[in-house]
């Protein structure tokens, strides 16, 4: 299982079986239908690089090792890894700072609403008379 501080990685598709297979499948659309037979004739800004392409499916289809920042993959300089691993918190959710935390803002555009989603883990695991409070 992929585990990550800020919880990104648990949903993370990268090598889950029917991923793959949607993967493969693709691929071998490409090579049946031989599209750089007719992709010719979509020039300019109508087209895209099928070479490219290619190379992301077979990155995609060889790279499925990633286990999450906890386990050392990830980017080392991520922010709110390096400060997970500073504190010694396991996960973001039992950092007693979440709330005012800032550090979740370069993941708005890609993960919005993942902050809150780790505010309310954090809330369920609190204690009853903390869940009360609101804390």
């Given at each position: 299982?992929?585990k990550s501080?800020c919880g990104?990685?648990?949903?993370?598709q990268?090598?889950?079986?029917?991923?793959l297979?949607?993967?493969?499948?693709v691929?071998?659309?490409?090579e049946?239908?031989?599209?750089d037979?007719?992709?010719?004739?979509?020039?300019?800004?109508?087209?895209?690089?099928f070479?490219?392409?290619?190379?992301?499916?077979?990155?995609?289809?060889?790279?499925?090792?990633?286990?999450g920042?906890?386990d050392?993959?990830?980017?080392?300089?991520?922010?709110?890894?390096l400060?997970?691993?500073r504190?010694?918190?396991?996960?973001?959710?039992?950092?007693p700072?979440l709330?005012a935390?800032?550090?979740?803002?370069?993941?708005?555009?890609?993960?919005?609403?993942?902050k809150?989603?780790?505010?309310?883990?954090?809330l369920?695991?609190?204690?009853?008379?903390?869940?009360?409070?609101?804390?």
């Amino acid at each position: 299982m992929r585990k990550s501080y800020c919880g990104t990685c648990e949903g993370c598709q990268l090598g889950a079986p029917d991923f793959l297979k949607a993967l493969a499948t693709v691929k071998g659309y490409l090579e049946t239908f031989r599209v750089d037979w007719w992709a010719h004739c979509f020039p300019g800004d109508l087209g895209f690089s099928f070479t490219e392409f290619r190379q992301g499916l077979d990155w995609l289809l060889s790279h499925t090792e990633c286990s999450g920042c906890q386990d050392g993959k990830g980017d080392d300089r991520c922010t709110i890894r390096l400060c997970a691993m500073r504190r010694q918190q396991e996960h973001c959710y039992a950092c007693p700072d979440l709330m005012a935390c800032e550090k979740f803002a370069f993941l708005a555009e890609e993960f919005p609403g993942q902050k809150a989603r780790i505010r309310r883990r954090q809330l369920k695991a609190a204690p009853p008379e903390l869940q009360a409070r609101n804390i």
